[in-house]
């Protein structure tokens, strides 16, 4: 009789410790899912910021939207925009250029002439798919004094 009571202990600390692993694997599991997808965000978010400052580098060295455009334009990827001044260029996820990528950036082009010079606003957006919230924005200016022959 005893020994029977000693097993029966036995099986029920078994089956609590079973249930207490099942739940702590259970938690993990939900906390690394979330971890992935967070580690998800930042990467594209940390996409978004470079491509950001590439162009906003490429606005600062062009005097104009034609040479803004000859700048990011690579494999096809960089288009003039339809509705104002600026540049559409569309990248992959993993940043390269591709005309078909489901990255995009969008820079525009907002001169305002003083008199010693322009001076360029620009609007960088950079979307990621056909989401019209964009991932990251990053609003830049630059000045381009006159040049006098």
């Given at each position: 009789?005893r020994k029977?009571?000693?097993?029966t202990?036995?099986y029920l600390?078994?089956?609590?410790?079973?249930?207490?692993f099942?739940?702590?694997?259970?938690?993990?599991?939900?906390?690394?899912?979330l971890?992935?997808?967070?580690?998800g965000?930042?990467?594209?978010?940390t996409?978004?910021?470079?491509?950001?400052?590439?162009?906003a580098?490429?606005v600062s060295?062009?005097h104009?939207?034609?040479?803004l455009?000859?700048?990011?334009n690579?494999?096809?990827?960089?288009?003039?925009?339809?509705?104002t001044a600026?540049?559409?260029?569309f990248?992959?996820?993993?940043?390269?250029?591709d005309?078909a990528?489901?990255?995009r950036?969008?820079?525009?082009?907002?001169p305002?002439h003083t008199?010693?010079?322009v001076?360029?606003?620009s609007?960088?957006?950079v979307r990621d798919?056909?989401?019209?919230?964009?991932?990251?924005r990053?609003?830049t200016?630059v000045?381009?004094?006159?040049v006098?022959?």
């Amino acid at each position: 009789m005893r020994k029977d009571g000693h097993l029966t202990g036995f099986y029920l600390e078994t089956l609590l410790m079973i249930t207490v692993f099942i739940g702590i694997i259970l938690i993990l599991t939900q906390v690394f899912g979330l971890g992935k997808v967070q580690s998800g965000r930042a990467s594209r978010l940390t996409g978004a910021v470079t491509l950001a400052e590439n162009a906003a580098e490429a606005v600062s060295a062009s005097h104009n939207v034609e040479e803004l455009a000859a700048l990011l334009n690579e494999n096809g990827n960089a288009s003039p925009m339809t509705d104002t001044a600026g540049v559409t260029a569309f990248y992959d996820t993993d940043m390269n250029p591709d005309p078909a990528g489901p990255l995009r950036l969008d820079v525009t082009w907002l001169p305002k002439h003083t008199e010693r010079g322009v001076l360029v606003s620009s609007v960088i957006l950079v979307r990621d798919g056909p989401a019209d919230e964009p991932v990251y924005r990053l609003d830049t200016a630059v000045f381009l004094p006159e040049v006098k022959p």
